[in-house]
C-alpha cells in the first residue's frame, strides 16, 4: 500500500513539475474563493494574496515536497516524519487549492481528494504503530547500522 501510494504521489508531483502548473498556479489559488462561504473569504484571500508574491517559487516548493512525499513512501524512508508531514500537507491540500471540497449544494458530490490522502496517511501511521517495523523499506537497512535511527523512523520499535 505504502508503495503504490508513493507511485501516485511521484506521478502528481510529475505534474506539478510541469511549467503551466507554475504559470497558473496564481488563478488556480485566486479561483478556489468563488462561490465559497462568505466567512471564509479571509482564508482564501490569505493565501491567494501569499502566493501571488512569487507563485512559480510555491509551485515548485510543492512540486519538490510532493517528490519527497513520493521517495519517503517508495523506499520507506523517514516513515514517521514522512507521514505525519504528508497528513498535515494534504489537510493543506484540501483547505487551499480543494476550497476543503467546496462549495457545498444540493448538487455537491465530491468533499476532494486531499482530505482521503490525509486519512491514508493516518492509516499508514496506524498500521506502522500497530505492525512495527516494516521489513521492506529503507529505514530497517538504516536501523542495522544506526539503532537510534528507530526514534526518528518508527511509531514504536516493535520486537
Known sequence: ??????????????????????????????????????????????????????????????????????????????????YTLGFFYSLILWSVPEGFGGPYGPSSTDIGTGIIYAIAFMLLLLINATSGPSKYSLDRLIEQKWPGWKRIAEIRSGS
Open 1 to 82: 500500500m505504502r508503495v503504490v501510494f508513493g507511485l501516485v504521489w511521484l506521478v502528481d508531483a510529475a505534474f506539478k513539475f510541469q511549467p503551466e502548473f507554475a504559470q497558473s498556479f496564481s488563478d488556480l489559488i485566486s479561483s478556489t474563493a468563488a462561490n465559497q462561504p462568505s466567512w471564509l473569504a479571509g482564508w482564501f484571500s490569505f493565501w491567494a494574496s501569499t502566493t501571488s508574491t512569487n507563485p512559480a517559487l510555491f509551485a515548485y516548493s510543492i512540486a519538490l515536497l510532493e517528490l519527497l512525499l513520493a521517495f519517503c513512501l517508495i523506499a520507506g524512508f523517514l516513515r514517521k516524519l514522512a
